[in-house]
Antibody
Framework: EVQLVESGGGLVQPGGSLRLSCAAS????????MDWVRQAPGKGLDWVGR??????????EYAASVKGRFTISRDDSENSLFLQMNSLKTEDTAVYYC???????????WGQGTLVTVFS | DIQMTQSPSSLSASVGDRVTITCRAS??????LAWFQQKPGKAPKPLIY???TLQSGVPSRFSGSGSGTDFTLTISSLQPEDFATYYC?????????FGGGTKVEIK
């Protein structure tokens, strides 16, 4: 069974940093692209970014709203995905989901999410 | 960026009703569209990909159609467990973008 478990969320002040982790199991994570998607309280879904697999050089894509502040990385030896968030803003407050990219590049498995609250 | 517009933003329906949700892309996306269902406090659940292909385990009362810019999600006979918020999402171009959501409520 595919499982994605996020951790690392919490409270942080504007300008601060936080590192989220996602532990993957039940599949060969190194084969897959992986995404982060967030959802502000009471709002819709907002794509954060993607990291490709090693075969595609683990290159990344980001939403404009986070580019230059957030960095996605992966450690395939540990079946883990990371989201380093710097220069956090109040508008980054959201539940952050780790998402597996499946066949044909569709999002096919989601973690349960971890809440990040940026408060002033 | 490709803008995804869903309508309606909410609807009230009864068990057994046929429900249709529309998603429109600001430019052509071929059939590169997915639908998700989300219940309060839960992660989104994938329903449909490539506009019309059901994810494994999704009941056949769900169906998707469309290509280019106009897409629909149809629930042929609404069940109690279908009351939720539904989102469309395009994967044609970066950044990936989602529709604003359609909340399906009990009438």
């Amino acid at each position: 069974e595919v499982q994605l478990v996020e951790s690392g969320g919490g409270l942080v002040q504007p300008g601060g940093s936080l590192r989220l982790s996602c532990a993957a199991s039940g599949f060969i994570s190194s084969d897959h692209y992986m995404d982060w998607v967030r959802q502000a309280p009471g709002k819709g879904l907002d794509w954060v970014g993607r990291i490709r697999n090693k075969r595609n050089s683990s290159t990344t894509e980001y939403a404009a709203s986070v580019k230059g502040r957030f960095t996605i990385s992966r450690d395939d030896s540990e079946n883990s995905l990371f989201l380093q968030m710097n220069s956090l803003k109040t508008e980054d407050t959201a539940v952050y989901y780790c998402v597996r990219v499946g066949a044909d590049y569709y999002l096919d498995h989601w973690g349960q999410g971890t809440l990040v609250t940026v408060f002033s | 960026d490709i803008q995804m517009t869903q309508s309606p933003s909410s609807l009230s329906a009864s068990v057994g009703d046929r429900v249709t949700i529309t998603c429109r892309a600001s430019q052509g996306i071929n059939k590169h569209l997915a639908w998700f269902q989300q219940k309060p406090g839960k992660a989104p659940k994938p329903l449909i990909y490539a506009a019309s292909t059901l994810q494994s385990g999704v009941p056949s009362r769900f169906s998707g159609s469309g290509s280019g810019t106009d897409f629909t999600l149809t629930i042929s006979s609404l069940q109690p467990e279908d009351f939720a918020t539904y989102y469309c999402q395009q994967r044609k171009d970066y950044p990936l973008t989602f529709g604003g959501g359609t909340k399906v409520e009990i009438k």
